[in-house]
């Protein structure tokens, strides 16, 4: 981040009768997580969002876990999302989309993100298991759902190959990330916003 950059960080709060959360994110971080949601799979699964997309990211969530997951997971994406929209700004600069395909193991996902101001979720992957941890994998989904939503972005998840859950869900965080980082990254040649329009 150049030094005549404004700083790309949002803190959101949120507090409901289902779950109280607190998110700070920096995205020109260096990847540094403290994040405590109560489902341990789901921690390490935003500790790698952030780490690979060298997000600075705190989060503190607590949730009627007693009910279920849902509440839970989707209040984050909606959080998330909200957070990385505000630390955008106006977008000015940035490179607006990017892409990326990431190997786990045997598992191979793609992720390509439009951060358009047009909110779209595409996702195309199936389970073998219902939950890894006590995380449910229906919930994969809906938290990129909230995310898309939240944040005005348009994404794109394809599982290209996979067998084990835990591979597939990892990888799509991280290919997330890895796209996100990109679309959000500053080229200093755009001297506005990417778009014809002047605006997204």
């Known amino acids: 981040m150049s030094n005549n950059q404004i700083a790309r960080r949002a803190t959101i709060k949120r507090k409901t009768s289902e779950t109280e959360i607190s998110l700070f994110i ?12 109560g489902i ?12 690979h997309g060298l997000f600075d990211l705190k989060l503190h969530a607590q949730g009627d876990l ?5 509440h839970t997971i989707e209040d984050v994406g909606i959080v998330l999302g909200e957070a990385i929209r505000e630390a955008l700004g106006d977008k000015k600069q940035i490179k607006r989309y990017g892409n990326f395909y990431l190997p ?3 598992a191979l996902i793609l992720c ?3 951060l358009s101001n047009r909110p779209y979720l595409v996702f195309d992957a199936d389970f073998k ?7 449910d994998t229906q919930m994969v989904k809906e938290f990129f759902y909230a995310v898309s939503y939240s944040a ?9 190959w996979g067998e084990n859950d835990h591979h597939v869900i990892e990888a799509m965080f991280k290919a997330f990330a890895k796209a996100l980082d990109e679309a959000s990254s500053i080229d200093e040649r755009i001297t506005n916003i990417l778009s014809t329009k002047g605006s997204l």
């Open 104 to 106: 786990m193991d045997e």
């Open 40 to 51: 341990g799979f789901f921690d390490h699964m935003l500790k790698s969002f952030a780490k």
């Open 66 to 70: 007693i009910v279920d997951c849902h």
């Open 26 to 37: 920096n995205l020109d971080g260096k990847g540094d997580a403290e994040v405590n949601t």
């Open 129 to 135: 298991s219902d939950s890894v941890g006590y995380f």
């Open 112 to 114: 390509a993100i439009d």
């Open 152 to 160: 005005k972005m348009n994404i794109h998840i394809k599982k290209m």
